[in-house]
């Protein structure tokens, strides 16, 4: 019986990743309790596979209610979406524009942030308009900061460490241009490989998030949404008590 189920559950997370390679997007909501004392907190999350894979928006809603907070989660995400892409969508447009958010994340496709051209041809200016349409609908945009990849981009010549320098540089430099706040998870990703190399936060991909590299995120964007220290919460999202106390430290320390 859980030789099937851990086949199954192969299974499904291969076809997830798969379904997100060919573009299909994935919708999800979540709404406030209204039973909560605190207001709600609506949080649009725009992105990739690097979102929908272990279910960011999720995870970071549970961090959210642990800390006392009463969040509302939407999510529009493609495998391998760009911000481009996403501003030329009526579907990311739509949505945008459909709820009373005050926050909407985005998150750009992980390899056009390391690549200097890129970066600007193509991230900047969708960055631009985005955030244009953000704050036309009343909410605050917040950039998300990817990690590199394992391996780095051996074919442009980046290592991981170069690869996390670019990534930073773009999305700090985007940040500082539009005035809008980076959640660095690139960052806290490499402050937790220093701090333990045997910390597993990549799939076997070597690109998309384990379970710890995704809580890890959600932890980065609670300290950056709620200006508080994610330690202590007792949301763990099925990590060891010890693993996630780390991860939350991190993240509280950026």
Do not use: K
Not at 89 to 106: D, E, M, P, T
Not at 203 to 214: F, L, R, V
Not at 227 to 236: E, F, I, Q
């Amino acid at each position: 019986m859980r030789r099937t189920s851990a086949l199954l559950l192969g299974l499904c997370l291969g076809l997830l990743l798969c379904l997100g390679a060919f573009g299909v997007a994935r919708l999800a909501d979540a709404s406030c309790s209204p039973l909560a004392r605190s207001p709600c907190v609506r949080v649009l999350f725009l992105g990739d596979s690097y979102i929908f894979v272990n279910d960011l928006p999720t995870v970071f809603r549970g961090l959210a209610d642990a800390g006392g907070q009463n969040v509302e989660t939407g999510m529009v995400a493609n495998g391998g979406e760009t911000l481009a892409q996403h501003a030329a969508s009526s579907q990311s447009r739509g949505a945008i524009g459909g709820s009373r958010w005050q926050f909407v994340i985005l998150q750009e496709q992980s390899e056009i942030p390391a690549l200097p051209g890129a970066s600007q041809r193509q991230m900047a200016p969708a960055a631009q308009s985005l955030v244009a349409v953000i704050r036309a609908a009343g909410a605050t945009p917040v950039l998300l900061e990817t990690w590199a990849h394992q391996g780095g981009l051996p074919e442009d010549g980046l290592d991981y460490g170069a690869m996390q320098t670019a990534i930073d540089e773009s999305y700090t430099e985007i940040g500082h241009e539009l005035g809008v706040t980076v959640a660095p998870a690139g960052q806290a990703w490499a402050g937790v490989l220093r701090l333990d190399p045997s910390i597993a936060l990549w799939q076997a991909d070597g690109s998309h998030p384990s379970e710890a590299g995704t809580y890890l995120a959600a932890c980065v964007l609670y300290a950056r949404l709620f200006h508080r220290s994610p330690v202590g919460l007792s949301a763990t999202d099925g990590l060891s008590p010890s693993l996630a106390a780390t991860l939350q430290t991190v993240a509280g320390q950026l």
